[in-house]
């Protein structure tokens, strides 16, 4: 306790060093036409050293190609052969799919709310596999709930509506104990459903889908030597979370992107086993203004005007970002920004109280806890220089800590644009579900001997300790212990809405939209929700749902390596 009391210190310290610098470069946004201007505009366009690879972007067939579903469809987990880092072929396991005459891996499914997927799984690797449908509403037969996961060459039949509004949603592998693994090698795509109001959306900005709206699919991966995928995580990262060196955009490692002088529309899913993300659009080191038009569960009532946004595993995030006064030559960075991944871990309030103001992040504050301290404890990765790989593959450097500053794909201005439109003044209509945080049931985060528990209880096959009644409205407090880390906290089956954040660190706060501590992030509808250390978060669900029977779902943290070792519990929702 006493070393891992130590190394908090120094690891502390240095993250409020790498805080500070990263604040100075940020402080305020800016406006594009206030900007100093004295590089005339760029005639030919050669991509930066640090960036450059062309961002892969959703096409007809190949790695996540546009597979508009029509009729059913046969989905083959698998291990493939596929180039990550340029001209070298990597072994990555992938869903395929050969439909209509043209083979996807990792298909971006596309489909009209209300539509159906019937769809033949096959699991063609050698442990065993099922597919979670993130997001959607399913009954627990098409759930993908471990229970139901199948070994090599076995089959499970998915047959089922999607009710959904229009958002993005995700689907990934998740076997008990393997998840991390599969999704970390490769296995995942995004599911995207249509509407009327989202193609409203489309019309009035002009977007085009692979052109100006654009899904980015953020993770963090470590390669070795040879150029290919390595996941092992130690003990102390199955209890932390497996990091990578490198964030990888659509698969593609230090990737650009090109655009001219009008709104571009992003989808971001973080996709990463572990790590978490505040992200900001920099120019110069500082932060431009963006809208946040939707997150999990679908568009916003209205855009938000935000300079960043946490994004934790499993979280989505829909943004526009309005470049129609910028010049051509100018260019724009996708970054995270610095932040205290354990704020708080060292606070002196208990979960559930109000937090007056940010604590005094003291080193040492509290060492009676330190059984846990959170992120790099044994092993100082604080400092980017573990020892990693050759730098035959572009991808060396240690691995950097969550929170520290990291630059994640280069937007460059290339053309004009005659562009006239703006953003709608409505985008959609959020009903709010009436209820309040009075008398809540508690799930309650903590861990004991670095084993990550919810209500004391680790993941147990036959045991269903939450049950609920179908049509009730719950409400739930999410409270994290003070002596924890930051959860990204996930239900199957129902989107929800928060109600309200308590104790949250001052980084989370500073986000705060209304009197509830919510950030613009938080409104609408959401299937996963961060808790930091310390913070409780207040959510209401609504288990209406039309299945009849019982239904078994799950509840979990969505960092996969907390989730594989057991911070998952089943959820019975009783006919
Ligand atoms: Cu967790």
Not at 353 to 373: I, L, V
Not at 396 to 421: C, D, N, S
Not at 504 to 526: E, H, I, R, T
Request: with cysteine; net charge negative; hydrophobic share 40%.
């Amino acid at each position: 306790m006493r070393a891992n009391a130590r190394f908090m210190t120094s690891r502390r310290s240095l993250l409020l060093a790498a805080g500070a610098a990263g604040a100075t470069g940020i402080a305020g946004g800016i406006a594009w036409w206030r900007a100093e201007r004295t590089v005339p505009p760029e005639p030919r366009f050669v991509p930066d050293a640090a960036f450059p690879n062309r961002l892969r972007i959703p096409g007809n067939d190949g790695l996540y190609g546009v597979l508009d579903v029509a009729g059913s469809f046969a989905i083959a987990a698998k291990s493939v052969q596929q180039e990550i880092v340029p001209g070298v072929p990597a072994a990555l396991l992938a869903y395929e799919v050969e439909h209509q005459g043209s083979r996807y891996l990792n298909p971006l499914i596309r489909l009209r709310s209300g539509g159906k997927i019937h769809a033949q799984f096959w699991n063609g690797i050698e442990e065993t596999s099922i597919i979670h449908w993130h997001g959607l509403t399913v009954d627990s037969n098409n759930d993908g709930h471990p229970h139901y996961a199948v070994g090599g060459g076995k089959t499970y039949e998915y047959n089922f509506a999607v009710p959904n509004r229009a958002a993005t949603y995700w689907y990934h592998p998740h076997p008990h104990h393997l998840t991390g693994k599969q999704v970390y090698l490769g296995l995942g795509g995004l599911f995207i459903v249509e509407d009327d109001e989202e193609l409203a959306l489309q019309q009035a900005l002009a977007l085009r889908f692979g052109e100006t709206d654009v899904p980015l699919v953020l993770h963090d991966r470590r390669f070795d030597a040879q150029g290919q995928l390595a996941f092992a995580p130690s003990n102390d990262e199955k209890a932390d979370g497996f990091l990578g060196t490198q964030v990888l955009v659509n698969w593609t490692p230090k990737p650009y992107f090109e655009a001219s002088t009008r709104i571009y529309r992003f989808r971001i899913l973080n996709a990463s086993n572990a790590r978490i993300y505040k992200l900001a659009f920099l120019v110069g080191g500082q932060a431009l203004d963006f809208q946040l038009i939707g997150n999990d569960g679908g568009l916003l009532d209205r855009a938000h005007t935000v300079r960043d946004v946490f994004l934790s595993p499993a979280e989505r995030v829909d943004v526009l970002l309005d470049l129609r006064n910028a010049r051509v030559g100018d260019a724009v960075t996708l970054a995270s920004n610095a932040f205290d991944a354990m704020e708080h871990e060292d606070g002196p309030p208990d979960p559930g109280t109000p937090a007056a103001a940010a604590p005094a992040a003291g080193p040492g504050a509290n060492d009676t806890h330190a059984a846990h301290s959170g992120y790099g404890r044994t092993e100082d990765k604080s400092a980017p220089t573990a020892p990693n790989t050759t730098a035959a593959n572009g991808l060396t450097g240690g691995i950097p800590e969550i929170g520290v500053t990291l630059e994640l794909m280069r937007i460059h201005v290339r053309r004009k644009e005659a562009y006239a439109r703006s953003v709608p003044a409505t985008l959609s209509r959020i009903v709010p579900i009436a209820a309040n945080c009075q008398s809540p049931r508690v799930i309650a985060l903590d861990h004991v001997k670095m084993v990550w528990r919810i209500n004391g209880q680790t993941y147990q096959h036959e045991s269903t300790p939450i049950t609920v009644k179908r049509g009730a409205t719950e409400v739930w407090n999410i409270q994290n212990a003070q002596a924890s880390m930051p959860h990204p906290f996930h239900i199957h089956g129902f989107q929800f809405q928060v109600l309200e954040r308590r104790g949250s660190p001052g980084q989370q706060k500073a986000l705060a939209v209304n009197d509830k501590g919510l950030a613009a992030s938080d409104l609408g509808w959401k299937d996963t929700v961060l808790v930091w250390p310390g913070e409780t978060v207040c959510i209401v669900i609504d288990f209406t749902h039309p299945f009849p029977g019982d239904q078994v779902y799950m509840l979990h943290c969505h960092n996969l390596e907390h989730e594989d070792q057991g911070m998952m519990l089943n959820l019975k929702v009783e006919a």
